[in-house]
C-alpha cells in the first residue's frame, strides 16, 4: 500500500491566487514528520516545509503553509499569492521514526503533482 | 550554489559501459543518500550512508555499487546497466545524529539525467 498519496496529478493556478495541493498518508507509527519539496525543471528537490506528528501548531514558511489534519493523516500544501517560478512538481514525504537504522532517515515520497501557474 | 554537488549533470551509456557517478556535499552532513526518480514513479530510495557506513539498501540490483570514502562524498559506480535503469539519479544528505535529526530535511543535489542505450 502506498504510504504517501498525491491525487493530483497536474494542477492549474492563476498568478497571485492561492492554490492547496493536496497530499494523504498511511502510518501506524504516532511519531513522524512530513515534508514538502518542490522540483522545478532543473531537477533540484528544494525542501519547502515541515510538519512534526506532535506539532500542536500547523508549520507555516513564508508564502508556503501547511493544512495538517492528523485524525485524516492528510497534510496539504497552501502556496498563497502564487508567482509563475511556482510552477513545478511538488512532491510530499514521510518519516516514521520508530524505524531502527537508515529507516530512521530515509524519506518515503509520493507521485508528485505538476504545478502550473497561469500569467 | 547548491550544498550537494552531482557530476555528470547528464550521461549517455551504453549497456556493456562502466561509468560513476559523483556526489559531494559541503553541508556538514554526516548521512547520504541515492535515490532514483523514474517517470510517473515516486523517488526510489536506493542506498543510504550514516557516518560513512551503509546502512541500508533497498534490494537494489549489484550492477548498481555505491560507495562512500567520507562524509562528504558520495558515488554510484554503474557497470552492465539495462535501459530501463535511465532515470534520473538524486544524491542527498542530511544531518542523522543529534536531537534534530528527525526534522532534518534531505537536501538533494540536481540530480544526474542518466540514459542507458
Known amino acids: 500500500a502506498q504510504k504517501i498519496t498525491q491525487t493530483q496529478p497536474g494542477m492549474f493556478v492563476q498568478e497571485k491566487e492561492a492554490v492547496t495541493l493536496d497530499c494523504t498518508y498511511d502510518?501506524?507509527?504516532?511519531?513522524?514528520?512530513l515534508f514538502w519539496y518542490k522540483q522545478p525543471s532543473s531537477g533540484e528537490m528544494i525542501f519547502l516545509i515541515y510538519q512534526g506528528s506532535y506539532d500542536q501548531q500547523n508549520a507555516t514558511e513564508g508564502r508556503y503553509s501547511l493544512n495538517f489534519q492528523k485524525a485524516r493523516k492528510s497534510a496539504n500544501l497552501v502556496i498563497s499569492a502564487s508567482q509563475l517560478g511556482d510552477s513545478a512538481m511538488y512532491f510530499c514525504a514521510m518519516r516514521e521514526f520508530s524505524y531502527s537504522g537508515a529507516g530512521s532517515y530515509q524519506l518515503t515520497f509520493g507521485k508528485g503533482t505538476k504545478l502550473s501557474v497561469i500569467p | 550554489e547548491t550544498g550537494v554537488t552531482q557530476t555528470p549533470r547528464h550521461l549517455v551509456m551504453g549497456m556493456t559501459n562502466k561509468k560513476s557517478l559523483k556526489c559531494e556535499q559541503h553541508?556538514?552532513?554526516?548521512?547520504m543518500y541515492w535515490y532514483k526518480q523514474s517517470a510517473k514513479k515516486p523517488l526510489e530510495l536506493m542506498f543510504v550512508?550514516?557516518?560513512?557506513?551503509?546502512?541500508e539498501n533497498n534490494s537494489v540490483p549489484s550492477r548498481f555499487s555505491p560507495e562512500c570514502p567520507n562524509s562528504s562524498h558520495l558515488f554510484l559506480h554503474l557497470h552492465t546497466l539495462q535501459p530501463e535503469d535511465s532515470a534520473l539519479y538524486l544524491c542527498?544528505?542530511?544531518?542523522?545524529?543529534?536531537?534534530?535529526?528527525?526534522?532534518?530535511?534531505?537536501?538533494f543535489g540536481n540530480g544526474t539525467r542518466l540514459t542507458v542505450t
Open positions: 542527498a544528505s542530511s544531518q542523522a545524529t543529534g536531537t534534530s535529526s528527525y526534522n532534518s530535511p534531505l537536501h
Open positions: 550512508y550514516s557516518l560513512e557506513e551503509r546502512v
Open positions: 553541508l556538514g552532513h554526516n548521512a
Open positions: 502510518t501506524s507509527d504516532p511519531s513522524y514528520g
